[in-house]
């Protein structure tokens, strides 16, 4: 079965430059959350698109920003970065349902991200 | 808001043994209880969910969990675990009406031939 496809698999980046993570839900999924996993730590949300829409945000820093677009593929861009950015990022996408908080997070492999 | 609370970052165990990984959460409105399992280098695996009814939830891989809504606990249990279960489990939580999940710290299982 398809799952959510995230790319690059690595990023390596300097202090101070900018870095965009793609995120391709599962087909027919509508929406998408990003959630970023420091070294050692629990994931932590950032913010969540449904329909091309912001749905709900989270612990997102101001340096960076994200969108759905038309085929409902996501990305996170990421300015100004710092050293502490450096972690796992992941993007996982739902099913529409009706009562879509009940629908599983299908979770990507993840986008490694790290600063120097 | 809410949060998770995962008592034991490691859990060593014995291959067949039983295992029970502990969770307890605090929140001021209903949630939803999740466990997730994360193999190395790899995304999070939903293992069961909690939402209501029952509250014994089976989940895949053999795990189970139990809501206790006096306690605000939703511990995982497997009766008899193998090597492949050597993993990084995280309980979470799911505000109604949020779509963001607050995880716990994780618990490592570890186990042991």
């Known amino acids: 079965a398809a799952g959510v496809i995230q790319s690059p698999r690595h990023l390596i980046k300097e202090k101070r430059e900018t870095a965009t993570l793609k995120c391709y839900p599962i087909?027919?999924?509508?929406?998408v959350y990003w959630y970023q996993q420091g070294p050692g730590q629990d994931p932590q949300f950032l913010i969540s698109f449904y329909e091309k829409m912001q749905s709900d945000k989270g612990s997102i820093p101001d340096r960076f920003s994200a969108q759905q677009f038309s085929d409902y593929h996501s990305e996170l861009n990421m300015s100004s970065l710092e050293l502490g950015d450096s972690a796992l990022y992941f993007c996982a996408s739902s099913h529409p349902d009706a009562s879509s908080y009940n629908s599983p997070l299908h979770f990507g492999n993840g986008t490694r991200l790290t600063v120097t | 808001a809410q949060s998770v609370t995962q008592l034991d970052s490691q859990v060593p165990v014995f291959e067949e043994a039983p295992v029970e990984l502990r969770c307890n959460y605090s929140?001021?409105?209903?949630?939803?209880l999740f466990w997730y399992v994360q193999y190395p280098n790899q995304g999070l695996q939903l293992l069961l969910k909690?939402?209501?009814?029952?509250?014994l939830v089976k989940g895949i891989n053999g795990f189970e969990a139990e809501f206790n809504k006096s306690q605000t606990s939703f511990h995982l249990r497997k009766p008899s675990v193998h090597i492949s279960d050597t993993a990084e489990y995280f309980c979470a939580v799911r505000r109604w009406g949020a779509d963001g999940l607050t995880f716990g710290k994780g618990t490592h299982l570890i186990i042991q031939p």
């Open positions: 929140s001021s409105v209903s949630v939803y």
């Open positions: 087909p027919r999924h509508d929406t």
């Open positions: 909690y939402l209501s009814g029952s509250t």
